[in-house]
C-alpha cells in the first residue's frame, strides 16, 4: 500500500486546480475520522479520500471517465477495497454500485465536504472555526444554500448507523482539525 507521502506526490502530479487539492484534504481528514469512530483502518480509508478524484482534472467535461483512470493508476497500490470504494463514488458511471462502509462514507464524506466549506465561506470570518454543528443542520435543511451539494449522499450516513447531527459533527471536526491546510 501506498503511504502518505507517495500519495502526495501522486496528488501533486495529477490535480493542478488548488480547490481540488484542498478538497482531496477535506476527504481524507473526514475519512480518517469515520474510519476511527467506526473501527476501521484510518490509514487506509484517508488515502481512499486523499486519492479519490486523483483524475477530475483530466475528466470533469467527461463523467463517464471519472475514477476510471484513477483506478487504473492505482489498481496495483491500493487494496481492492480501496479502489472499489473510488470506483463506487461514481457509481452512476462506473456500476459499482456502494455496498461496504467505505463506499458510503467516500460518498458521504465527498459530498458533505463541499457543503461544510461553503458554510464556513459565508461566515463573516470565512473561518471553519465559526462553523458548528446547528449552523451545518440549519445549511443542509435549506436547499437553496450550497445547492449542488446532494444531500441525498450526505444521508449514507446513515448506513452506517450514524445519525446525520453525529456526521456533521464528525466532519465540521475533521476538517477544523486541518483547517491551516485548508485556508479557512
Request: proline fraction near 3%; hydrophobic fraction near 45%.
Amino acid at each position: 500500500m501506498l503511504t502518505r507521502d507517495e500519495a502526495l506526490q501522486f496528488l501533486y502530479k495529477n490535480l493542478r486546480t488548488e480547490n481540488l487539492i484542498k478538497h482531496s484534504f477535506a476527504v481524507e481528514a473526514i475519512l480518517e475520522d469515520m474510519a476511527k469512530k467506526l473501527g476501521e483502518d484510518p490509514q487506509l480509508w484517508g488515502l481512499t479520500g486523499l486519492l479519490h478524484d486523483l483524475d477530475y482534472d483530466f475528466t470533469k467535461n467527461e463523467p463517464e471517465k471519472h475514477s476510471k483512470i484513477t483506478v487504473q493508476v492505482l489498481s496495483a497500490l491500493l487494496p481492492l477495497e480501496a479502489i472499489n470504494a473510488i470506483k463506487a463514488h461514481n457509481y452512476q458511471y462506473t456500476a459499482q454500485i456502494p455496498q461496504t462502509y467505505l463506499d458510503k462514507s467516500l460518498i458521504a464524506a465527498d459530498a458533505v465536504s463541499g457543503l461544510i466549506i461553503a458554510a464556513a465561506l459565508v461566515m463573516p470570518s470565512k473561518k471553519l472555526a465559526d462553523v458548528t454543528t446547528k449552523t451545518l443542520i440549519t445549511k443542509f435543511k435549506d436547499k437553496s444554500f450550497a445547492a449542488g451539494c446532494n444531500r441525498k449522499r450526505i444521508e449514507l450516513c446513515e448506513d452506517m448507523e450514524l445519525e446525520l447531527q453525529v456526521f456533521l459533527e464528525l466532519s465540521i471536526n475533521a476538517l477544523k482539525r486541518i483547517s491551516d491546510s485548508l485556508e479557512l
